[in-house]
T-cell receptor, first 117, second 116 residues
């Protein structure tokens, strides 16, 4: 079964400090991994994705994520946090069954990022 | 580009009535649309996958007769919550995938449904 886990319900960081939001995955085959951000009462906004290639993926708003195959992780990072980064962050994995590619995403439980001034 | 809209953004209805939520891809054609449900401070739960011109595929545990999904065109999918009850109150989010693009989904802004 394919799944994704976000071990932290909440991450607190001071503005200007680096931030990390953790994500681990379990897939059969090659992983297709995504990060999304959600602001209150809004839909999801795409941040970045890993399909293949470089392990360090750069995305929107200065975020990046590092794909680590041996640790089955895809942690989200940003060198310097902003108060406006405070939101709910979701890691997701795309479901692939053999040659079937439905595009279904399975989401982690979400991590609330709180950046304090 | 790649904008997905939902209408209405919020709706309040009485128990027993039906509510229709629209999901539109504004600047691309979406062969596949997904409907999610999200409870407060929780993750998104996939309810169903709809493909244009065919019946939706529902996830296990989702009542087909209660959550009617129609994907009549390449830019519109609708979710109808029939005979709504207070426990159906939730945040409903749709997403759309463009033709031939499997690695990207675009999400709508969500619809807040409150059933009294």
């Amino acid at each position: 079964a394919q799944s994704v886990a976000q071990p932290e319900d909440q991450v607190n960081v001071a503005e200007g400090n680096p931030l990390t939001v953790k994500c681990t995955y379990s897939v059969s085959g090659n992983p297709y991994l995504f990060w999304y951000v959600q602001y209150p009462n809004r839909g999801l906004q795409f941040l970045l994705k890993y399909i293949t290639g470089d392990n360090l993926v750069k995305g929107s708003y200065g975020f990046e994520a590092e794909f680590n195959k041996s640790q089955t992780s895809f942690h989200l990072k940003k060198p310097s946090a902003l108060v406006s980064d405070s939101a709910l962050y979701f890691c997701a994995v795309r479901v692939v069954f053999g040659s079937s590619n439905t595009g279904k995403l399975i989401f982690g439980q979400g991590t609330t990022l709180q950046v304090k001034p | 580009g790649a904008v997905v809209s939902q209408h209405p953004s919020w709706v309040i209805c009485k128990s027993g009535t039906s509510v229709k939520i629209e999901c539109r891809s504004l600047d691309f054609q979406a062969t596949t649309m997904f409907w999610y449900r999200q409870f407060p401070k929780q993750s998104l739960m996939l309810m169903a996958t709809s493909n244009e011109g065919s019946k939706a595929t529902y996830e296990q545990g989702v009542e087909k007769d209660k959550f009617l999904i129609n994907h009549a065109s390449l830019t519109l999918s609708t979710l109808t919550v029939t005979s709504a009850h207070p426990e159906d109150s939730s945040f409903y989010i749709c997403s759309a995938r463009a033709i031939g693009v499997y690695n990207e989904q675009f999400f709508g802004p969500g619809t807040r449904l409150t059933v009294l």
